[in-house]
């Protein structure tokens, strides 16, 4: 039988978490077989990772997956609108029909609340705790993703090793890649960076160290990020296509690229700045040097969540824990052209550490296989 799964995400400034809530369902649905119904409210950010979205259409079939338009709280449902499976991204609160819905099933779905991502190691604690509902006979599981075995471990398509391997099998792959995107030769030349990041990044004085530094540097920046310091440093408008030489640096902006072409900026860079979760993820799988912007959180939660990060990737890896911590302004006063410097002196132990971590990380299993085994003991099957 096939199982019916029912994944609602909610979009946060701008297109927070349907990143990762796209590909857990795509890859649920294509390896594992389960009917996927995403319910999302904002098509417009879904449409820039997948742009064959129909940002009017209410209901859609995208990848095999069942896409709803999630308009609100104040749908009608019945016990036969509901799924096996009910995954919440981050708490979101379900429209309460549906909820209702779910305590009239027999058997009732498996209710999980899927949490981000921490290298915390309270997370071992709280993955699988139950939540009583507190009227209703529904009971609510926590599943949190995770860097070890007593959690839920991190999103992997099957394919994807390979899929990297064979794309840097030729380094012309990579090249046309990034040329088809509008880089020149002298742009291929250059230590090449990617740069993904929230609105808070020290972006200006880092390009200021670059386009001073010895060797040349290209920054390859999608559209709509760190829209201001690129316009700072081009002098004019952000838009797809633009790009300024000054110093030792060249800034050019591409456009937002489909999700499934990030994985190959990251894997043609030498250097990646990502943020948030899923790129970060993806950072991870690329297996190039990376520094993580996080998503700041009130009463600076995010740095306990960097450091915690920082602890268990970059514990012998000096220059890459003061870069990343000034990335993320838990130091002021950065020294970035040392900073800088210093990263690159130290990239030959970054790329062999992030080789060796993937591996490590790899090996305690891919998330939805994870999180299916956990249904199937919840099922009883
Ligand atoms: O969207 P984000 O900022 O996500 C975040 C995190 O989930 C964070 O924890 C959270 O709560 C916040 O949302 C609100 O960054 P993230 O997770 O890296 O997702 C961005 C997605 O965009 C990722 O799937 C990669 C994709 N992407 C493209 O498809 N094309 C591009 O050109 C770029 C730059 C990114």
Known sequence: MTLRLDLFCRVIDNYGDIGIC??????????????????????????????????????????????????????????????????????VDLPPAYVAAMAQCTPRPVWLNFEGLTAEEWVEGCHRL???HPQLPLLKHFFFPGYTDKTGGLLREAALDEQR????????????????????????????????????????????????????????????????????FLGGPARAGAVATRGRLTVRVLP????????????????????GEDSWVR???????FVWHIYAQDDHLHHKKLRAFLQRYANGL?????????????????????????????APQIAAHAITWQDQVAAHGDLTGKLLAFVHTLRGA
């Open 130 to 132: 139950t939540s009583p």
């Open 318 to 346: 000096p220059a890459l824990s003061a870069f990343t911590l000034a990335w993320n302004g838990v130091q002021q006063h950065a020294d970035w052209p040392a900073l800088w410097h210093a990263l690159r002196a130290e």
């Open 256 to 275: 937002f690229v489909p999700q499934t072409d990030y994985d190959k900026l990251l894997w043609a860079c030498d250097v990646n700045l990502v943020r």
């Open 22 to 91: 796209w590909r857990l369902a795509r890859q649920l649905h294509a390896e594992h077989g389960i009917a996927v119904r995403l319910w999302v409210d904002d098509l417009a950010s879904f449409s820039r990772l997948q742009p064959d979205v129909d940002t009017g259409a209410e209901h859609q079939l995208v990848q095999g997956v069942a896409v709803r338009h999630w308009r609100g709280q104040d749908g009608a449902f019945t016990p036969a609108d509901v799924a096996d499976i009910v995954i919440e991204f981050f708490a």
């Open 165 to 232: 391997r064979a794309f840097l099998a030729d380094p012309a792959t990579a090249d046309n890649f990034l040329r088809a995107l509008g880089a020149t030769g002298a742009e291929l030349a250059a230590t090449r960076v990617s740069l993904f990041c929230y609105p808070f990044a020290p972006v200006a004085p880092l390009f200021d160290a670059w386009r001073d530094s010895d060797d040349a540097v290209t920054c390859f920046v999608p559209e709509g990020v760190a829209t201001e310091a690129v316009q700072g």
């Open 283 to 289: 950072a991870q799988w690329a297996g190039k040097p």
